[in-house]
């Protein structure tokens, strides 16, 4: 936590003077080279950070995705999103410093690469997109874990009274209490402090994953045979026009599942400074992190649409394929909700941050946004509560609380939002940053290879935009507000 309970991270409390850093021999044993508190980011909590944004809420839709387009396209598809999210990762990472990889200026956020690289309206398209994805994840996990929380609650009355009982449960208290929960968290100053409940995140999002494929596993064995088929479900159990649309949403689906681009350049301004340049840890991290989750989406998305075929459900965990161990369906549970906690702040940290730095550079004396009250937590530890931080953070949980209540429909939100980030943030602007900063010529072979590489993901996302609204209108005709069931 900064020293005076500032977001260290984002707005640059009063450190040292850059000659008083750099007449140190080495520099300062507590501040980098641009007079930031040292960052202690390595390898594996970089790593961490993105398996906690990755492996996410998108893992348990991916066999239902596969099951609409089938065994040859869906791990096709699948494994074509990993190599471009991970080509694209490497070239965003090489923005994090402009110039000189290892001494250049830092860029500390993802808008400020894009605003060192590149300039005017696409800098606030930017930072339109990246901060709207954001508001649009923190939705769809909210809906996210109160429909694993309301699975737990289904799987418990099941037990119970038998299948035979529908045991219809609303989710809107399920959401007030993942909101009170995001209220507690949110009030963590930066990346920097969360990388615990990263590491906590992660193993949880292996455990509900194993046990997901556990389950997948167990199920092919006792149906004794390999279910689906190489086109996906079936013309007849569904019609031509809704086979077409489905098909589009699993790639929204699976793009979502990959979407950690936005989040990339914050968490690499979390590792320690050179040598090796930030840009190599970064690359090392990615390569980790993108090979670890492909293998496990790879894993849970086709044994999951082995066991169930053209029936497998739009949450794996919650969509009651999967009745018994009910104990274990549970912990599959319990698991999704704790990592969806920590998840939900790996993906806000940026957007709390821009705001709060905005405020500040906005109103530097205003005290409601600049006055930290210190609470002692013990003889040697305090907390330093920003009122305008609880204020915002709060009003912004809140706020997602209530739409998500409004709208929760799972897989179309997640493939819309796949959608909508993944061509702008995950390709078009890391591309169009590689070509500024390396100096790539106009019409060479590279030039070219990487806007055809643009062209043909920006015509997927809009593709799979349109099979994901398709999706949100039709469940809009049968659906009441504030009143949904499961």
Request: proline share 4%.
């Amino acid at each position: 936590m900064g020293e005076n309970g500032a977001s260290v991270y984002y707005q640059y409390p009063s450190y040292p003077s850059m000659d008083v850093v750099s007449a140190e021999q080495g520099g300062s044993k507590c501040y980098d080279d641009d007079g930031h508190l040292k960052r202690t980011g390595t390898v594996w909590t970089s790593s961490a950070h993105i398996i906690t944004a990755v492996i996410g809420s998108g893992v348990l839709s991916l066999a239902w995705a596969i099951g609409q387009l089938g065994w040859v396209a869906g791990p096709a598809v699948m494994l074509l999103f990993s190599l471009v999210t991970y080509y694209t990762s490497g070239l965003l990472s090489d923005c994090y410093r402009s110039g000189d990889p290892c001494t250049g200026k830092r860029n500390y956020t993802y808008m400020d690469a894009v605003q060192a690289n590149l300039n005017g309206i696409k800098v606030k398209i930017c930072g339109f997109l990246q901060y709207a994805n954001i508001f649009g994840v923190a939705i769809g996990y909210t809906i996210a874990a109160s429909v694993s929380m309301v699975a737990v609650k289904r799987s418990n009355c099941f037990h119970q009274n038998g299948k035979q009982d529908p045991c219809h449960v609303s989710s809107n208290i399920y959401m007030i209490m993942f909101g009170v929960v995001e209220i507690f968290f949110s009030q963590i100053p930066d990346f920097d402090q969360i990388s615990w409940l990263s590491m906590v995140a992660a193993v949880m999002s292996f455990t509900y994953s194993t046990i997901g494929l556990s389950l997948g596993i167990v199920q092919v064995i006792a149906n004794g045979k390999v279910k689906g088929s190489l086109t996906g479900i079936s013309i007849g159990v569904v019609t031509p026009t809704d086979k077409v649309w489905r098909s589009l949403q699993a790639f929204g689906d699976i793009a979502f599942a990959y979407s950690y681009s936005l989040i990339l350049i914050e968490i690499q301004d979390t590792i320690k400074a050179p040598p090796p340049s930030e840009a190599k840890v970064m690359k090392r991290a990615t390569v980790i992190s993108v090979a670890v989750t492909t293998l496990f989406y790879m894993l849970c998305g086709c044994m999951g649409y082995a066991a169930f075929g053209d029936a497998a459900p739009g949450n794996l965990l919650t969509g009651f394929g999967f009745y018994n161990p009910f104990w274990l369906l549970d912990i599959a549970n319990a698991a999704i909700v704790i990592h969806l906690v920590g998840a939900y702040q790996v993906y806000c940290q940026p957007l709390f941050a821009f705001v709060e730095k905005w405020a500040n550079k906005k109103w530097p004396k205003n005290k409601f946004i600049t006055k930290d009250i210190t609470i002692p937590l013990s003889s040697t530890k305090s907390y330093n509560l920003n009122i305008f931080r609880l204020t915002w953070r709060s009003l912004f949980v809140v706020l997602t609380t209530v739409i998500s209540m409004l709208m929760p429909f799972f897989n179309d939100v997640v493939g819309f939002l796949g959608a909508l980030g993944f061509w702008p943030l995950t390709v078009y602007f890391p591309v169009e940053m590689y070509i500024v900063q390396k100096k790539v010529p106009k019409w060479s072979t590279r030039w070219i290879c990487l806007q055809l590489l643009s062209l043909a993901c920006f015509i997927i996302s809009v593709a799979a935009a349109a099979g994901s609204i398709a999706g949100v209108v039709s469940d809009l005709k049968v659906y009441k507000p504030f009143k949904a069931t499961y």
